[in-house]
T-cell receptor, first 113, second 114 residues
């Protein structure tokens, strides 16, 4: 089966930096996605990694190491509006799982003033 | 600029009733999927489709049926509702199964089974 792990909860203060980790074990690998989901809303896309290294998008960056089955999402200059659940999702890309996206359980981030 | 549209947004059913959750997308996406989201469980795939006329089961398909007669529409049917199906249901679409493009989600349907 596919296994994706991320911490359940994290807290941080406004203006700080926080790193949300995700580890995965999947049959094949065809990309890793990070989504943000505010309470009562739909997930929205944040970033995509398929090659090793860091992808930067403004205050958000995402890192991937395929050999370690590991990714992290880095949020800088935290704002209150960043309080949300962050979902790690992997596309295994092999055989019957082709095209399917497997989600971790999400990390609930709370940003304090 | 509709994207993925789900109806209804809220629904309360009695045990044993049937209903259809509607999902439509206007982006000409090949790939569509249904997830359910329960507290502490993350998003779990119910059924998915890689194109019109093609559907397949996800992780938790029991109690649900789907069909894909057009590219745009992907309805989810609950055959005989059970309290265990109380959940938030999300429909999503993307350009294709091996694409690096993200899935776009609808706003969700909040379903309660009494």
């Amino acid at each position: 089966g596919q296994n994706i792990d991320q911490p359940t909860e994290m807290t941080a203060t406004e203006g700080a930096i926080v790193q949300i980790n995700c580890t995965y074990q999947t049959s094949g690998f065809n990309g890793l996605f990070w989504y943000q989901q505010h309470a009562g809303e739909a997930p929205t896309f944040l970033s995509y990694n398929v090659l090793d290294g860091l992808e930067e998008k403004g205050r958000f960056s995402s890192f991937l190491s395929r050999s370690k089955g590991y990714s992290y999402l880095l949020l800088k200059e935290l704002q209150m509006k960043d309080s949300a659940s962050y979902l790690c999702a992997v596309k295994p890309g092999r055989g019957s799982t082709l095209g399917r996206l497997y989600f971790g359980r999400g990390t609930q981030l709370t940003v304090w003033p | 600029n509709a994207g993925v549209t789900q109806t209804p947004k809220f629904q309360v059913l009695k045990t044993g009733q049937s209903m259809t959750l509607q999902c439509a997308q206007d982006m000409n996406h090949e790939y569509m999927s249904w997830y359910r989201q329960d507290p502490g469980m993350g998003l779990r795939l119910i059924h998915y489709s890689v194109g019109a006329g093609i559907t397949d089961q996800g992780e938790v398909p029991n109690g649900y049926n789907v069909s894909r007669s057009t590219t745009e529409d992907f309805p989810l049917r609950l055959l005989s509702a059970a309290p265990s199906q109380t959940s938030v249901y999300f429909c999503a679409s993307s350009t294709g199964p091996i694409s690096n493009q993200p899935q776009h989600f609808g706003d969700g349907t909040r379903l309660s089974i009494l």
